[in-house]
Every structure is written in C-alpha cells, then in structure tokens.
C-alpha cells in the first residue's frame, strides 16, 4: 500500500486547486462531488423504478382480464387465452426442490472433503475447479443437459429407476429423457459449484481452536464436523443455500432447453413440464398481446417468489446469528 | 494419610462423574469411530458424486467442440446444410462480434455509474446510499429473464407506444446493451464499494488534510488505490453478462450477418448456441452449438482467471 501513497501523493499535491485557492477548503466545495454522486446513482435507481413499473404494468391487462385464476388456475392454454400459472409455479417448485434434495448433501459433504479432509495440495486444484466451473454460462449446461444428458437419461437412468421402484409414482411414465427429473438434476449441477464455494468458505473460518478443542476431548472426526464446524458456519451455509434456491427458481433457459416446455400438472418425475421462467423464455417471442400481459404476470410471480425466499434466507441468517451471538 | 485412611473418604461427586465420563467415552469409542469413518466415507463420496457431472461437462465441451474449431468457424458466417454437404454449418463469427459489441457498449454505460454509485456507497450511509445497497443486493439475485422483457418494454417498442421514434430502437443490439448494463452495474456497484472501502482511510484523510476537495481525492488518491479491485469488478461482471442468454432471448433480433453498427439487429454467442442446440432441424447445426460453447467457456475463463490474477495479486500487495 506504501507504493500507492508515494505514487500518488505528489499528484494531489500538484493539483492545481490546492496550492493556488487555499479558499475552496470548504464544506460547500464538496457540493459537486455530492451532485455528481448522488445524481448518477439516482440516474440508476431511476432506471430500477422504471423496471419495475414496466414487469408490473405490462401484466396489468393479465390481472384485469384473469383476476387470481391467473395464480390458482389450473389450466395454462395461451391458444384460448387460458392463463392458469399453477402448473407452472408447481413446476418451478418441484424442479427446484429436486436440484436441492441432491444439492444440499451433495455439496456441503463436497465442501467438508475440500476443507477438512482431503490434502492441502489437492485443496486447491478442487476450490478453482469448483469457482471456475461456477462461472459456465447456464446455456451450456443447458446444452449438455440436452444433447448429452437427456439420451443417457432415456436409455439408462429412467428405465433403471422404474425397475428399481417396479414403475411407481414417482418415477413412472414415458421415459422421454427430457423431463421434470432432468431439469431437476441439471439444476442440480448448475447450483452445485455455488453451494460448494460458499459454504467450503464459510467452514473454513470455523476457528482452529474450537476445531482442536473438541478434537482434543477425545471428540470424533465426524463428532468434531457435527457438533462445531457445522453450527459454527450455519449462517454461511443458510445464505449458500438462499443463493441457490433463488438461483434454481429463476434458472431460465437452461430449464427451457431441458424440461419440455410442456404447461400440464407433471405426475410424476418423468412428466415433460414448465416452469415460470421457462415458458416466459419459450413463449415470449411469438405471443399475441394478451399473452404478453399474460407473461408479464408470470414474472411478477416469479419476482415475487424469488423476493420470498431471499426474505425467508435473511430472516435465517439473522435468527441463526443472533442464537450464535448469544452463546 | 495412610491408604486406609484415604479409603475411609467420603466419595467425592466431581470423583463419580469424571469416573463416569471416562467409561462412557471408553465404552462408546467403538461406536464413534465407526460412525466417524462411515459420515467421512459419505464425505469422500459426495465429494466424488460432485465430480462426475462437472467432470463430464467438461469433457463433453472439449470432445466435441474442439472438432468444430477451424479458421472458417470463426471467420465465416452461419450457412444452411444442404443435402450435398451436410455438415456446412458456416461460422460464428456474427455471434462473436455482436457479443462483443454487445458487452462492450453495456460496460461503456454500465463501467462509470457502477463505479459512481460505488463510491457513493462507500463514502456514505446515508438513508438513500443504504436502500440502494440492499436494492443491489436483491437486483444481483434476480432472474435475468426479467431484464429481457423489460429491455423489450422500454427499448424495443417503448418508444413506439408513446409515438417517439428515436433512431436505433426495435430490435437492437443497444437493446441487449441496456439489458445487460442494468444487469452489470449492481454487480460493479458492490464490488467497487468493497474494493474503495479497501482504500486506508489514513491516505484518504491525508490528501483531505491537504486542502484537496472530495472529488480530487476520489479522483487521483481514492480510485487508484482501489484499481486493482475494480478492475476486478469489471472483469466479473463482463465474464457475467458475455454469457447471458435469457435477457437477449428476444430484444437483438439474433442476425445472421456480421456487423459492428449496435443500432442494427445482431447476434450473440450464447443466443446463438441456445437456437442451434434447441430449435435447429440441422443434426450438424445442434452439434456445431459446442463449437461455440466451448469457445464461449474459455472466453468466459480468460476473463474470470484475469479476475482472479488481479485479486491474488492485490491481496499479496496489501500483505
């Protein structure tokens, strides 16, 4: 940082205001920088206001025409100006919880390995791997769901887990490849870096001290996890798992690459289905205007749900922290 | 005392339960252990579980990529298979160019009001600097998709329904540009303030001390000394917004011909990979979407390595 002083304090001294109008030494002098400030950031919050108002006022006609139907209705048929978002919003939650059901083991097991087991050497190789892996561009993911996943899917998996359960609900029906399960796993996949970074960063603050402590009371490998790496990074581990929920729910066209695009209630896992992004994503192009108002309520179901959850994960973040406070 | 006499004691509680505590850990070390060794082993094996299917997205990208990857892929535009010649699927070079304008006209907008409202944010706490922190935070989690149907809203036929017709409006790529600045500058915003909060408040107070306005000293003491960090920011966000698709899904118009003008319709890399891989009857043209991604991939790694090369390096710096 020393570098940084001595290269730039004779810049600021030889700017011409300082030595020549001693005067403008005062609090009015700021003024600018204030305006400047002050005047592009709310340039900014202009535009938020305005995105906000165009999702909300483009779905109005939706909402004068639908009324709540557009939430509770069941049927979403934009060919007869049926809007119902219910199979669709179950289809955001399904996909979703499917991505979490394997994500939420699977990446903090993941993320404990890196951290507490695995050597220091190979640490490093996993946390870049995993950032950099972060950063594909959902498309991508997309893309491999469908042209590699999806035929695995299909001629492998689905028909292993219909033997497996003897075609039960809720693995049965037409083994597509494409499906509400596939879309589920590649949410899955896409999500499954995001766990791993943020809470392998958050169990590697959990103090040395308390880690040897316990250990030191003759504590278990698995008890010392349990007991004081885990609680002491719940926090973190709650606002991992916010992130990629939120993530899961909005998750847009690798969802529409993958899921079928198909507006129907799934039954089971194997149902081609929709999600709210995904049919905004699919239908958007070529709708008619009452579709487009139609859509424009979708996405403010979708903002609306995705505003929950991040409410809900704040709200666990601070009840955690203040337990952990209190202690 | 003789040992008699110890004997004749009478038993002490805090004796009992240490006693207890002993045989308790004894007796259940077995149980513990095994337990220990299975959650461990149930460790190691998520750890392989999360492997595998990263693994073999990035096999998959590199195996059938890189047989896509010639001179004329990216120099040519996309072409129609014929019966004749199935596998002429042209080239990216429109997709690539118009992401790069695309992103870069974004930045030129999206660059300078990141960084104001950083600095705003880190200079500030004042009611109004305080709601656009969480505003950042909340936009930053956002579905992308949203911005697509707003860009559309406001650029492509906003103008129209209020009987303006501005030059470069309809579908632009200046309306992917918007899309993508309003996604970038909340990512800019808080990661600048984070990096000019890094800034030692000593050097800050000195230039002050010196009789330099606030701006002066934002200018020449404060943002040179967080450049490394917003360089940072910038490259995160770029790496962010070359490979959003749903945004620009239906604002760009997605030609097929290349051109550097944003005020015409244009392409980009990831809407291009989503039509091919999705809507393409061609099996040549779904397979030639690796081609792409896997150059949209190391595009995107570049960037993000940059990113990472600048931080570590800032880190050792401050050390």
Known sequence: ?327 | MTVEAIQELPPDPILERRELVQRTAAQTLGRRTLMSKFMVALCGLALIAALIPLVAVIISLLQKGLTWWSVNFFTQVPAIPSITDPNNVGGVANAIVGSAVIVAVASLFAIPIGVIAGILLADSDSRFANIMRAVAEIMTGLPSILLGIFAYEMIVVGFDNYGIHLPGMGFSGLAGSFALAVLMVPIIMKAAETALRGVPGTIKEAGLALGARKSVVARKVIIPGALPGLLTAVLLSFARAVGETAPLLWVIGASDVVTWNPKNEMAAMPLQIFQWALNSPYPSQRDAAWGLALFLVVAVLIINLAARLIAARLQKERR
């Not at chain 1, 798992?241 to 529409?256: H, P, Q």
């Open chain 1, 1 to 327: 940082m020393s570098e940084v002083l001595i290269n730039t304090s004779p810049q600021a001294s030889q700017g011409p205001d300082l030595a020549e109008k001693p005067k403008r030494f005062s609090a009015k002098s700021d003024s600018a920088y204030w305006i400047v400030l002050y005047g592009v950031t709310g340039l900014f919050a202009l535009v938020l206001v305005a995105f906000l108002l165009s999702i909300i006022g483009s779905s109005i006609p939706a909402w004068r025409s639908s009324g709540l139907k557009l939430i509770f209705g069941t049927t979403w048929d934009p060919n007869n100006d049926v809007f119902g978002a219910l199979p669709l919003i179950a289809g955001t939650v399904e996909s979703t919880l499917i991505a979490l059901f394997l994500a939420i083991p699977i990446g903090l097991g993941t993320a404990l390995a890196i951290v507490h087991m695995i050597p220091r050497r190979f640490r490093v190789f996993f946390s870049s791997l995993v950032e950099l892996l972060a950063a594909v561009p959902s498309v991508v993911y997309g893309l491999w769901g469908l042209l590699v996943v999806a035929p695995w899917f299909q001629v492998t998996v689905q028909p292993a887990l219909e033997k497996a359960t003897g075609n039960h609900w809720p693995f049965s029906g037409q083994e597509e490849g494409v499906s509400l399960l596939l879309a589920g796993f590649i949410l899955f996949v896409m999500v499954l870096p995001l766990v791993v970074a943020l809470s392998r960063d958050v169990i590697a603050v959990v103090p040395n001290d308390q880690v040897e402590g316990a250990l030191s009371l003759g504590a278990s490998q698995w008890q010392v996890l349990r007991k004081v790496v885990l609680p002491g990074a719940r926090t973190g581990i709650i606002g991992a798992i916010t992130l990629a929920t939120a993530r899961a729910l909005g998750e847009t066209v690798a969802v529409a690459m993958v899921i079928g695009g198909n507006p129907l209630f799934p039954h089971s896992t194997f149902s081609t289905a929709a999600t709210l992004a995904s049919t905004i994503a699919l239908e958007f192009a070529e709708a008619t205007p009452a579709q487009v108002a139609a859509l424009g309520a979708l996405a403010v179901i979708l903002m609306a749900m995705t505003a929950f959850v991040n409410w809900v994960g704040r709200r666990m973040v601070q009840r955690a922290a203040i337990r952990a406070g209190g202690k």
